[in-house]
């Protein structure tokens, strides 16, 4: 599953095109060779990651948190039975499977490689939780939240055959609960760092083992800002070594990717790297920067002194992007990969 340094390039979800056909026409033309998995694009409405998601709840407006959070008042008891709470659909599996046919179609036309899968990215429940429901009822939702993601988690499975398939899990607001700057930490989770790793794993069982998984880690992309920059890479090691070894007695884990910060040149950032228990999971690193192709050299290089193999991306999805920051990307990363 391992890919030379640089040779292969990971696209984690959204990208700002208009459409889903646009989107595998401009990957596959300027990667023909480059990609083992493509995603979507996650068009309209899907392209801000999960506040689309907060119209699930929007029959209990009373559960659902202002988009300006505020800590100031307790909003009382849960004002619905939980067993009463019946969510709209989640709407991943209609994407997927919509967008399943676009594949297919534009695989048959030449357009997309055989053997390049069909990748769907999925938020863990706590990123839609965080944004959707009020912190105070977040405990109570989360199960019935969980359930109906799954369900459509099943249906894509259902629906799409399995050498097709690659689902990949987004963990984002887990790592502002653990670097501490969402303030105060889910009341909720108890031993947050083991409570965190669990709910992924259990996520990562509802994958078959016959469909690729991944996961991407990631610092958070509002306004094109981390919540926090990571003072090296220890924490996303520490936290994949726990996933892909809870994941890998049931399965192989098939790529992983973390976050690289634009000023991180430096191999000290790196230097935990030689820690991740890496073994034949693919590993992506996010050190594509727009405008930057000198820069990403560099990241590539002090990567490489650490860890012998792995793939270029950007470190979070391109959905908040302008075209003149996507054609940069694009083309820097076509520029590297074509230097391998």
């Known amino acids: 599953m391992t890919s030379p340094s640089g040779k292969n390039v990971h696209f984690v979800g959204s990208i700002c095109l208009p459409d889903t056909p646009t989107v595998y026409r401009t990957l596959n033309t300027t990667f023909p060779t480059q990609l083992k998995r493509i995603p979507d694009g996650e068009p309209g409405n899907r392209g801000n990651f999960v506040l689309w998601q907060r119209s699930v709840f929007y029959r209990y407006p009373s559960l659902v948190r202002s988009l300006y959070f505020s800590l100031a008042k307790d909003p009382g008891p849960i004002p619905i039975s939980p067993e009463k709470i019946q969510l709209m659909p989640v709407g991943y599996d209609d994407a997927a499977i919509d967008s399943y046919a676009t594949f297919c179609r534009l695989r048959d036309g030449g357009v997309i490689p055989k053997g390049v899968k069909f990748q769907v990215s999925l938020p863990t429940p706590i990123n839609v939780l965080h944004v959707a429901i009020?912190?105070?009822?977040?405990?109570?939702?989360?199960?019935?939240?969980?359930?109906?993601?799954?369900?459509?988690?099943?249906?894509?499975?259902?629906?799409?055959?399995?050498?097709?398939?690659?689902?990949?899990?987004?963990?984002?607001?887990?790592?502002?609960?653990?670097?501490?700057?969402?303030?105060?930490?889910?009341?909720?989770?108890?031993?947050?760092?083991?409570?965190?790793?669990?709910?992924?794993?259990?996520?990562?069982?509802?994958?078959?083992?016959?469909?690729?998984?991944?996961?991407?880690?990631?610092?958070?992309?509002?306004?094109?800002?981390?919540?926090?920059?990571?003072?090296?890479?220890?924490?996303?090691?520490?936290?994949?070594?726990?996933?892909?070894?809870?994941?890998?007695?049931?399965?192989?884990?098939?790529?992983?990717?973390?976050?690289?910060?634009?000023?991180?040149?430096?191999?000290?950032?790196?230097?935990?790297?030689?820690?991740?228990?890496?073994?034949?999971?693919?590993?992506y690193l996010g050190v594509l920067h727009q405008d930057d192709l000198e820069g990403t050299k560099l990241r590539i290089k002090s990567a490489s002194e650490v860890v012998a193999d792995f793939g270029i991306a950007t470190e979070c999805g391109l959905g908040r992007a302008d075209a003149r920051e996507l054609e940069s990307v694009l083309e820097i990363a076509k520029k590297i990969t074509e230097e391998m």
């Open 134 to 283: 009020e912190p105070a009822y977040q405990e109570a939702v989360e199960p019935i939240y969980t359930k109906a993601l799954l369900k459509a988690v099943r249906r894509i499975q259902d629906e799409i055959p399995a050498e097709d398939l690659a689902l990949q899990w987004d963990v984002a607001v887990e790592f502002a609960f653990l670097e501490g700057v969402v303030l105060p930490p889910p009341h909720w989770i108890m031993a947050l760092k083991d409570s965190i790793v669990n709910r992924v794993l259990e996520l990562a069982d509802a994958i078959d083992p016959s469909v690729e998984i991944g996961f991407h880690f990631c610092y958070g992309d509002l306004g094109h800002q981390h919540f926090t920059q990571p003072k090296d890479m220890s924490l996303l090691v520490d936290v994949a070594n726990r996933v892909l070894t809870g994941t890998r007695r049931r399965r192989p884990v098939n790529w992983i990717h973390m976050p690289v910060p634009k000023d991180r040149i430096d191999r000290g950032y790196f230097e935990p790297l030689k820690n991740l228990e890496k073994n034949d999971t693919e590993l």
